[in-house]
């Protein structure tokens, strides 16, 4: 059996392994603040990546870059490469809907899109182009199985989403996003704004999903962190201070400003 | 007694006093509206053009002003809605919020929006000399849509703005374009704030009389093309009130009371039509 700490792949490889995102030298402005600066990380795939760090230090960010999101902010300027599967999501010749499609997204707070409970999931599928009902039927079940909702709302699928609880509402999302059939599943701060069971639940569906999705979660959490993360990254003003296998980085930082956040001195 | 409290009744007091008179102006208006206009105001009135002389004659009634008014008052607003709804889309979705290119756009949009409608008239009827078209029921809608577009754009421009960035960027997440989220999502969400555009600009243009003046020109029939004059209410109350037969003068309170009853049941309708499509609204 592999040790963890192998998986992690060392920056310093020039091939970037199928399913990996590899980060290099990636520098984010927004006008004349410097939010990343100089990111060099290899996220390994088919695990669970903790993002853990105080808020501005540029978690969102990030997550922004891999799935360009970044690129509808204004006066924005990216510099680096973030390679996934042999190709740079940056390269301007990269076709930024196929790089969405790979990656389904859960904020920080659910947006369903104002149409009904079906609707919502069947829209990734209908604009890439599948037409037939009863194929749309099949999708929208199965995926509202993969996210715990279905039987929640199998007698409702053709009301708003927008009745549904705020819980209801982020595992709908999560359903939405895996109807599109993306190898990356990014969270930013998913469950911050649920309650309990609901959190739960979310994290459940993670660790469920961990075998078939590469999943980057950003989280202020720390001991959701510790339950569910495989690798954790510390990110503090816009630089990666440290990274590595859960446990390591949590019980035993080597830098100071990793120990002291885990201590709540840094918040 | 604090002063707080002083300083809070008084301004209870004023508020409400400046509510009831601004809903003691409105019943006071459709009161007299009612008193002068409802005994002329006869079934013949809304179901015939006039008879015996010209529009200002004693028979008949206003079918005329009636069916003109909404056919310029209905082209206009959808004809300005197709141009009006790509270009609000486009201000927020394809250019940035803080891009010059919009803000821009949405100051000469603010400037059109305060011309009187007069210049508009004016203007169309360049226009129309220029083309060598006739005063018609086209140059009338053309006109008018002129009028009504930098309402339009500014009133939907608003509502889009305040359409959560989380929501777009959802759709874009799952691979939408950004073509696909303004029509499957924007447009959705903010449906209850384009019938809010479609009604101001409904009102504001079938209750104009400056701008229809040299374009639509005037006639006591109903047009059966849009090559042909077409009448409107607001120049029919002008010219019955301009007279100095006192039947005729009544019969423009009749014709005010028509156009009040329009508009009336333009806003119900659209209150309907914004509760049954708002229940997806997130
Ligand atoms: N759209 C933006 N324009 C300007 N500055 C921004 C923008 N978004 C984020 N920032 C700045 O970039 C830094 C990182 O932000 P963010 O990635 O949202 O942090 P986090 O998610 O870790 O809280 C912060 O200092 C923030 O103020
Ligand atoms: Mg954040």
Redesign the pocket.
């Known amino acids: 059996m592999k040790k963890a700490t192998e998986i992690f792949i060392p920056l310093m490889t020039d091939v970037c392994a199928e399913g990996n995102i590899c980060v290099e030298g990636l520098n984010v402005h ?2 004349d ?1 410097h ?1 990343l600066k100089d990111i060099n990380i290899t996220l390994p795939a088919k695990k669970i990546t903790a993002i853990i ?10 997550l ?1 870059c891999f799935n360009r999101l970044i690129d509808s ?4 300027k990216v510099t680096g490469k973030v390679m996934l599967n042999g190709e740079d999501i940056f390269d301007p010749h990269a076709d930024v809907i196929n790089i969405r499609k790979k990656m389904g997204l859960l904020s920080q707070r659910p947006y369903p899109l104002p149409m009904s409970i079906f609707d919502n999931v069947a829209y990734g599928p209908r604009i890439h182009g599948t037409r037939k009902k009863s194929e749309l039927n099949q999708i929208v079940e199965y995926y509202l199985k993969e996210a715990s909702l279905w039987d929640e709302v199998k007698d409702r699928l053709y009301t708003p989403a927008s009745g549904l609880s705020i819980g209801q509402q982020q595992r709908l999302c999560l359903a939405r996003g895996l109807a599109v059939k993306p190898e990356i599943i990014l969270g ?1 701060e998913p469950t911050s704004a649920l309650d309990p069971i609901s959190s739960a639940h979310i994290e459940e569906k993670f660790v469920e999903f961990k075998n078939k999705y590469t999943i980057v979660m ?1 989280t202020h959490i720390l001991r959701q962190a510790i339950r569910i993360a495989d690798y954790i990254i510390f ?1 503090y003003l ?1 630089e990666i201070i440290e990274h590595g296998p859960a446990e390591q980085v949590l019980e035993h930082p080597k830098d100071k400003r990793t120990s002291d956040y885990i201590k709540g001195i840094i918040s | 007694m604090n002063i707080n409290k002083v300083e809070e009744g008084i301004f209870k007091v004023l508020m409400k006093a400046s509510t009831l008179l601004v809903l003691a102006s409105l019943f006071l208006i459709i009161y007299s509206i009612l008193r002068k206009g409802l005994p002329s105001l006869s079934w013949a009135m809304v179901t015939q053009t006039p008879k015996g002389g010209f529009f200002l004659g004693k028979g008949g009634g206003i079918l005329n002003a009636i069916v003109g008014s909404l056919y310029l008052a209905g082209g206009s607003t959808i004809l300005g809605l197709f141009i009006s709804l790509p270009v609000a889309l486009y201000l927020n979705i394809y250019r940035t919020k803080t891009s010059r290119f919009a803000n821009f756009t949405r100051l000469c949009l603010d400037v059109l929006w305060g011309i009187p409608s007069i210049v508009y008239g004016a203007f169309g009827f360049a226009i129309m000399l220029l083309v060598g078209l006739k005063a018609s029921l086209l140059a009338g809608i053309f006109t008018l849509t002129l009028m009504v577009i930098p309402i339009m754009i500014r009133a939907m421009d608003e509502v889009i703005m305040t359409v959560p960035k989380g929501l777009i960027d959802a759709s874009y997440s799952l691979g939408a374009t950004r073509f696909e989220t303004s029509l499957k999502v924007v447009s959705k969400q903010v449906l209850p704030g384009i019938l809010t555009a479609i009604l101001i600009s409904f009102g504001r243009s079938i209750g104009d009389a400056a701008s229809v003046l040299f374009t639509s020109g005037f006639t006591d029939r109903i047009p059966t093309s849009l090559m042909q004059p077409a009448a409107n209410l607001p120049l029919a109350i002008f010219f019955q009130l301009s007279t100095p037969i006192p039947e005729v003068q009544d019969r423009a309170y009749a014709s005010a009371l028509v156009l009040t009853l329009i508009i009336l049941i333009i806003s119900i309708l659209s209150r309907i039509a914004t509760k049954k499509f708002t229940k997806h609204k997130v």
Not at chain 1, 53 to 62: A, E, H, I, N
Not at chain 1, 73 to 76: E, K, L, N, V
């Open positions: 927004y006008g603040r939010a760090g105080p808020s501005g230090c540029g978690k969102t960010t990030l922004k902010i204004d006066g924005t930013d950003v990110m816009g």
